[in-house]
């Protein structure tokens, strides 16, 4: 009562004020990790949650959503993305030769957008090559244009031949006209890749320490980087107040990763016993990616041949290993955050995952924490993730009950990110 009190006095004291919204349901998964509240508003101020009231309570003059019986949960966050890209196999290697730094940015700011209307209001994007999404999150932010809360990593680094080397398969003499600047060879080296990515105005950097599935090299998934190369890259992100997220694969990469200061290792399909000590002990997280094996098999699906030979055989292995992972790391404790890779898996499909992660190992309660408070946590954004008063207005509703059935998070039906309705009411 106290709580509608002041936003009623807000309300007839500051008439010039943005109008005051205030979201009501029946169900209300206001705390993910908790039990979900019965009939309760939320009330909207400048994109902000002002409060939460039993309930259908409004003030007075306020605008009023009523969602029925709906079942209302914070906006999700997709822990890796690559707006950029919507190719893979020989397609992808055409659509990077032949793709303009312009038509990069549209076609993030589109797969923005079909994200943002799955119910994912922020994304971690882990790289891209031109810019563009680096473009579009100043671009967001400024209000210019609509899409999801965006952390970005710039260009990821990897060593020369690595799975970040754009080079790799290409005739030697395009060699010089690929942007290298994100591969290091050696300490110093990879001190330099991070502070260009830093120079960039980059939000989070991101390496690879293996092979990966996509690399056009027959080197397989093994580590890559030394030691002493991956700690080079840890502290100079630390020392410029960067997270750095891992690629890897292979269990070397994966440790070497933990070992020196990973917030987050993606993918880490080869875990061993002491992959799981170096998670609990340094608590990064795992961001097990499964939904790409669904862009795998559309792709073969409509072309067999869409993959070269090295590489499908990794898609292959991928096909089949995928999934173990989590389902050691799951009953061991360590902490997962919700993460795609869509640009390999199809972007507005993000919540494909959440089937998978139930598949192998998790709940739904625990599925929808690593979309939510967990990855909030990952990324180190403060005010998203939960719905608590002073935290962005980022809401979405289904009209399934998600913490019986997972599989209703694929069909969100309204979406409010920074208190703006951007899909449905």
């Known amino acids: 009562m106290r709580q509608l009190l002041a936003c009623l006095l807000l309300a007839a004291a500051a008439p010039g004020l943005a109008q005051v919204t205030v979201i009501q349901a029946d169900r209300v998964l206001a705390e993910p990790g908790r039990p979900a509240l019965g009939p309760t508003s939320i009330v909207v101020e400048k994109g902000r949650i002002t409060a939460l009231l039993p309930g ?6 306020a605008e009023v959503i009523d969602l029925g019986a709906r079942f209302v949960l914070p906006g999700l966050i997709d822990s890796h993305v690559h707006l950029d890209s919507d190719a893979g196999g020989e397609a992808a290697l055409v659509e990077g030769l032949t793709s303009s730094p312009g038509a990069s940015a549209l076609r993030a700011q589109w797969n923005g957008m079909k994200t943002l209307h799955a119910g994912f209001t922020t994304v971690r994007n882990l790289g891209d090559i031109s810019g563009a999404t680096l473009a579009l999150r100043d671009a967001v932010n400024a209000g210019w244009v609509v899409g999801p809360r965006i952390v970005d990593a710039g260009q990821p680094i990897s060593v020369t031949s690595g799975h970040m080397d754009s080079a790799n398969s290409l005739a030697e003499g395009l060699h010089a006209a690929i942007l290298q600047a994100n591969l290091c060879d050696g300490v110093d080296a990879c001190r330099r890749a991070v502070r260009l990515q830093v120079r960039r105005g980059v939000d989070v950097i991101k390496i690879a320490t293996t092979g990966g599935v996509n690399s056009r090299i ?12 991956a700690k080079a890259v840890m502290e100079t992100a630390k020392l410029h107040g960067k997270k750095v997220a891992v690629h890897a694969h292979g269990t070397g990469g994966i440790n070497v990763a933990l070992a020196n200061g990973a917030a987050s290792v993606e993918h880490g399909t080869m875990p061993d016993e002491e ?7 340094s608590g990064a997280y795992y961001v097990p990616t499964l939904s790409t094996v669904n862009g795998y098999r559309e792709r073969l699906a409509a072309n067999p041949d869409a993959y070269p030979p090295d590489v499908l055989a990794k898609v292959k292995w991928r096909l089949e290993i995928t999934g173990k992972a989590l389902e050691k790391a799951v009953p061991a404790g360590v902490k997962i955050a919700f993460g795609t890779d869509a640009g390999v898996s199809k972007h507005g499909r993000n919540a494909d995952e959440f089937e998978l992660m139930v598949a192998h190992g998790m709940t739904p309660a625990t599925a929808i924490a690593a979309a939510t408070t967990n990855a909030a946590d990952l990324l180190g954004v403060k005010d998203i993730g939960a719905l608590r008063p002073g935290y962005h207005a980022d809401i979405i509703a289904v009209a399934g009950d998600p913490l019986g059935d997972v599989r209703a998070l694929k069909a969100v039906d309204f979406v409010m990110k920074g208190g703006e309705v951007v899909k449905g009411k």
């Not at 259908?56 to 003059?61: E, K, L, S």
């Not at 027959?218 to 980087?225: H, R």
């Not at 992959?275 to 002990?281: D, E």
Request: proline share 8%; glycine share 16%; aromatic share 8%.
């Open 56 to 61: 259908r309570q409004a003030p007075a003059g």
């Open 275 to 281: 992959t799981i000590r170096l998670f609990k002990s």
């Open 218 to 229: 027959g080197a397989g998934l093994g580590q890559q980087m030394f030691p002493d190369e």
